[in-house]
């Protein structure tokens, strides 16, 4: 168990709909990454956050967007969600001091039909 | 940009055998870290080695081991006598040192038949 929770751990819905996935990181780390892994693209990056701030963008859809809370728990929300966006959704999170070391949530699997 | 890359997409063996996986990256950066995922069939990622770009040393844990050659841009990786529960997806990844974000390989499907 790596610490970090991500919920729900499966989603389904159809085409146009907008859902939002949950992800809290471990006791004390105040970056949460985001990763979506596919078929077609393999793990890409999406976003990560900092303590609240935005800190780096990947080939993040401007369909998605994503957010920290003051407790540090994030939400990445996706709109308009067409069939390609099926995939598996990680949430990472790591320390201060070691930002590389980033632990991952068991992962969103998203179905759109 | 950096790019990792798993040349092998699938590898079968058979219980017992030792099974290396590639893993080749391009970077411009002189600080970075490089890392193996493992992916079960249950679909979590588990962490097994970071590396820092200026320790070159070989590890070795339990079965697993690790080769490190900066000069070939390598980091690959060893299952020695390999066994069903070793069957997953295996990820090579890179992090530099001034952000955080993970570069991924495509990964290799590893099989291990009894």
């Known amino acids: 168990d790596s610490g970090v929770t991500q919920t729900p751990k499966h989603l389904i819905t159809a085409t146009g709909q907008r859902v939002t996935l949950r992800c809290s990181p471990r006791?004390?780390?105040?970056?949460v990454y985001w990763y979506q892994q596919s078929l077609d693209q393999g793990l890409q990056f999406l976003i990560q956050y900092y303590n609240g701030e935005e800190r780096a963008k990947g080939n993040i859809l401007e369909r998605f967007s994503a957010q920290q809370f003051p407790d540090l728990h994030s939400e990445l929300n996706l709109s308009s969600l067409e069939l390609g966006d099926s995939a598996l959704y990680f949430c990472?999170?790591?320390?201060?001091?070691?930002?590389?070391?980033?632990?991952f949530g068991p992962g969103t699997r998203l179905t759109v039909l | 940009a950096q790019k990792v890359t798993q040349a092998q997409t699938e590898i079968s063996v058979v219980e017992k055998e030792d099974v290396t996986l590639d893993c080749v990256y391009e970077t411009r950066d002189t600080t970075y870290y490089l890392f193996w995922y493992k992916q079960p069939p249950s679909g979590e990622l588990v962490f097994l080695i970071r590396r820092n770009s200026f320790d070159e040393q070989n590890e070795i844990s339990g079965r697993y081991s690790w080769n490190f050659q900066k000069s070939t841009s390598s980091f690959n990786f060893t299952i020695t006598a390999s066994q069903v529960v070793d069957s997953a997806v295996y990820f090579c990844?890179?992090?530099?040192?001034?952000?955080?974000?993970?570069?991924f390989g495509q990964g290799t499907i590893l099989t291990v038949h009894p």
């Open positions: 006791s004390g780390d105040l970056s």
């Open positions: 990472a999170s790591s320390s201060q001091t070691s930002v590389n070391e980033q632990f």
């Open positions: 990844a890179y992090g530099g040192t001034s952000y955080g974000k993970l570069t």
